[in-house]
């Protein structure tokens, strides 16, 4: 009796041990293609017309590849601790791991308490990413046409507006560094996202007097700030979402130079004057301070029918100068899109939307512009799939200014791809 109870305990001694210990799992995406990208532009010279054809391998047609490692662990009285570490793939390159600025798709660490939520710090996804990869037909694939998440190679549609980091889209911005995620619990279908994100530098810049030896001093402050907020609501086979994020970035001159001057006494900024002395203007070939504000909302819904799911979504982009509201930059998207699983195997997705640009006033370039997408997976197994992505997007009404009467009237992009993806 007394060896089968000193079993019994040791087993549960055991059992409590191989609970505190992490899990780890490995996971990824690989995804090969061949892509057909052609665009056309209208200007005052004419039609311009380009056609690329290519094998597309890290930045796969239907999905980004990656590998990722993430992991918890039960730290007792239903607080985990867990991370993230993902990357990116480049299988056609001569470096399996991308070097790019995106190669760090998400590194985090964390704590999750039951009942209450969780909290993570490091480089994650923005909540609009996070809120429109659940509301969006497409899915976030790398095709044009959508116009939530648009392609890169668009760049007319968005060149007004790429100052952030994107990491691939210039609708919003996809990933923070330096961030501090939150996440609730879900309590009456509501569950509240938030994030804060900070990187600033400070270098002091002391004046020199009249009369000093000639000089070149850099310093100011360097801030990049950012924030958001999101809510999302579940209710049976509705879900809802609003989110809002706002980045702040303010740069100072790149460099300060001071020539001094016996002939007078006068210090001025940015200016010179008759007796030839140039006090704390911009030297050189310096850039000029920035100071813009970034601001982001989407808003969204997704309701499955059950033959079928129905999504329609609405995002807008705002830039700005904060020192003069008259200098800006914003773009604004709303479209709609169903999938569904039209045999056991076939899955098919279709997307619509339009929208507008509109860069520094009325006096430059407006725009407005439209898309759609077609898609298609088959499916081999739970993991594998292959798949064909049509889509198309366009511009239409392009105002430019009086002056540049041979600037780019209109565009037209169209793309497809076949491809095949395995997750891992």
Do not use: C
């Not at 210039?170 to 939150?182: C, D, E, P, Q, T």
């Not at 909302?297 to 700005?320: S, T």
């Not at 773009?331 to 999938?339: E, K, N, P, T, Y």
Request: glycine residues 12%.
């Amino acid at each position: 009796m007394k060896k089968s109870l000193l079993a019994v305990a040791a087993m549960g001694a055991f059992a409590s041990v191989a609970q505190a210990q992490s899990s780890v799992t490995v996971y990824g995406i690989l995804d090969q293609s061949f892509s057909s990208l052609q665009q056309r532009n209208a200007t005052g010279s004419g039609l311009v017309t380009n056609q690329t054809n290519a094998i597309i391998g890290g930045n796969g047609s239907e999905t980004t590849s990656r590998i990722g490692f993430r992991g918890t662990e039960d730290l007792g009285g239903g607080v985990s601790a867990f991370f993230t570490i993902e990357t990116a793939i480049t299988p056609n390159s001569a470096q399996n791991f991308s070097t790019s600025g995106t190669a760090n798709r998400q590194t985090f660490i964390g704590l999750s308490k039951k009942g209450l939520g969780q909290a993570s710090v490091g480089t994650q996804y923005t909540p609009i990413h996070t809120a429109m990869a659940a509301t969006s037909a497409g899915q976030q694939n790398n095709i044009v046409g959508d116009v939530l998440y648009p392609n890169a190679a668009t760049t007319n549609q968005g060149a007004v507006v790429t100052n952030q980091a994107d990491g691939g889209t210039f609708g919003y911005v996809v990933r923070a560094n330096n961030s501090i995620n939150l996440r609730s619990d879900n309590v009456a279908g509501f569950v509240g996202t938030a994030f804060y994100t900070q990187n600033n530098s400070t270098t002091n810049m002391s004046s020199p007097a009249n009369g000093s030896v000639a000089g070149t001093y850099t310093g100011g402050t360097t801030n990049s700030t950012g924030y958001g907020l999101g809510v999302n609501y579940t209710w049976n086979k509705l879900l809802a979402t609003a989110n809002i994020q706002s980045f702040k970035a303010e740069n100072p001159y790149g460099q300060i130079s001071y020539v001094a001057s016996a002939s007078s006494s006068t210090t001025s900024v940015g200016s010179s004057t008759a007796g030839g002395v140039v006090a704390w203007g911009v030297g050189g070939a310096s850039a000029a301070g920035t100071n813009t504000q970034d601001d982001q909302m989407y808003f969204a819904a997704a309701y499955d029918f059950g033959v079928l799911k129905a999504y329609a979504g609405y995002l807008n982009r705002k830039v700005a100068n904060v020192n003069n509201s008259n200098e800006y930059a914003k773009r604004s998207a709303q479209q709609i899109g169903v999938r569904s699983f039209i045999t056991p195997k076939i899955e098919g997705w279709a997307s619509v939307g339009s929208g507008r640009i509109q860069a520094y006033g009325s006096g430059l370039p407006t725009a407005n512009f439209t898309g759609y997408q077609l898609g298609s997976n088959y499916w081999l197994s739970k993991r594998t799939n292959l798949y064909a992505i049509y889509g198309a997007t366009g511009t239409s009404n392009v105002s430019n200014n009086v002056a540049n009467t041979t600037g780019q009237r209109s565009s037209n992009y169209s793309q497809y791809a076949i491809g095949a993806r395995h997750t891992f």
